[in-house]
């Protein structure tokens, strides 16, 4: 009956690194802190230690000693629940352990079980950092002396009050390899602690599923911005490089014939180029926490839809507006959205539809209703690739919670939007 094969033993490269790599002595430099942290403690202990068993001598005593860091342990785990504790852990795993940043909590614990959890990480540090101390203390010493104690033969009569069973030939023999394999094995016990506190970090010191939601809310915050930035920008200056096109290209057909006209397209040229560079300065703030002092409002419909159309039928379009409503009377975030709405528009109709544009603004049923229409021509919904303006638009209204409608019937490109008019957050 076939068996199946037995797993290949590590190879002697990884033992070693396992064993005395970079990471293998980071993690010993982790434990050792852990055991002089709990050095106090231990003091703490041997003096309470002291007067309950009538010893002079506490730390003198191997078994007191080991009383005393026993007694020690649970006061530490009781100063740890201050708050800086999780930080500087967290801190120190992610400088020596080894262990990702994001399996991190990077605050202060606050609820009982995040308390806890750190508690229970600190007195796990503190045990394991204290025997692995202790250890590497008191064994390399002794270690040291059983490699080179053969090599002392003319003290072997004198009175060291060394066991008898050295007195043996193969015991002289076998002294260096014990204490090869001594230092081996203190190696082997500071690498397995090691790794178990690197294992056992993320799930004591790890972030809690209210602390990933805190992040995943922050990033989807961050997200927002970005994409509120890439809409203003693209209505914004997209907008105005469609129109100073138009006006430059419109200016160079009549240059000889219609110098007025040229000077009225240069002059609407710089109005734009200006009025978009003060726009730009405001998206440019959305990045920030709050706007500069000295940095441009974002345009909206009572203060800037009439140079906005201004700017638009000096390009050469010819637009029909009807203002059903008082802009100044809508809140200030329906009249800014509001406002690149239409410039979008706008935008669509000066790069790809004939002329005149038919805009109408009015309020029904506590709603803003933004209605443009215009001849159909290579309008974004026949050009492959495009409506990338379009989509922005959507972005808007569903942001604001109304609704959007595009489209062409009847040889007619349609736009009609409705916004509720009600205060936004």
Do not use: K
């Amino acid at each position: 009956m076939p068996t199946s094969p037995s797993p290949a033993p590590a190879p002697p490269g990884r033992a070693t690194a396992f064993l005395f790599g970079g990471r293998a002595r980071r993690r010993w430099i982790h434990l050792v802190l852990g055991g002089a942290l709990a050095v106090p403690y231990v003091l703490v202990g041997s003096v309470i230690l002291g007067p309950l068993t009538g010893a002079d001598d506490v730390l003198g005593d191997f078994y007191l000693q080991l009383g005393a860091f026993a007694v020690g342990l649970p006061i530490a785990a009781v100063t740890s629940l201050f708050p800086p504790t999780r930080p500087l852990e967290s801190g120190a795993v992610r400088a020596l352990c080894g262990v990702e940043a994001g399996a991190l909590a990077d605050g202060p614990a606050r609820t009982r079980a995040e308390r806890g959890r750190t508690a229970l990480w600190f007195t796990l540090h503190l045990g394991l950092g204290g025997i692995v101390s202790g250890m590497s203390l008191a064994l390399p010493p002794f270690a040291a002396a059983l490699v080179v104690l053969p090599l002392v033969a003319p003290l072997w009569g004198s009175p060291l009050d060394l066991p008898g069973v050295l007195d043996h030939p193969w015991a002289r023999v076998l002294c260096p390899v014990a204490g090869l394999a001594m230092l081996a094995a203190l190696a082997a016990c500071a690498a397995a602690a090691g790794a178990l506190l690197a294992r056992c970090a993320p799930a004591l010191l790890g972030p809690t599923p209210e602390d990933r939601l805190a992040a995943a809310e922050a990033r989807a915050a961050d997200l927002a911005v970005r994409n509120r930035l890439a809409r203003e920008l693209h209505d914004s200056v997209g907008h105005a490089l469609s129109a100073v096109t138009l006006q430059a290209g419109a200016a160079r057909r009549v240059l000889d014939s219609d110098p007025e006209f040229v000077r009225e397209a240069l002059a609407a040229i710089e109005e734009t180029t200006r009025r978009t560079v003060g726009e730009l300065d405001a998206v440019l703030g959305v990045l920030r926490d709050g706007d500069a002092p000295g940095t441009a409002p974002a345009p909206t419909l009572a203060t800037d839809l009439d140079g906005l159309l201004r700017r638009t039928r000096a390009a050469g379009q010819v637009v029909t507006a009807t203002v059903g409503t008082d802009p100044a009377a809508l809140p200030p975030l329906v009249s800014r959205e509001a406002y690149r709405i239409v410039q979008e528009g706008l935008s669509n109709a000066l790069r790809h539809a004939g002329e005149p544009v038919t805009l109408r603004i009015t309020t029904t049923g506590g709603r803003l209703e933004i209605t443009m229409e215009n001849p159909l021509g290579a309008g974004p919904a026949a050009r492959p690739g495009g409506g990338h303006g379009l989509r922005g638009v959507a972005d808007r209204v569903r942001l604001l919670g109304g609704t959007a409608r595009a489209g062409a019937a009847g040889g007619t490109w349609r736009l009609h939007v409705r916004l509720p008019v009600r205060e936004h957050a």
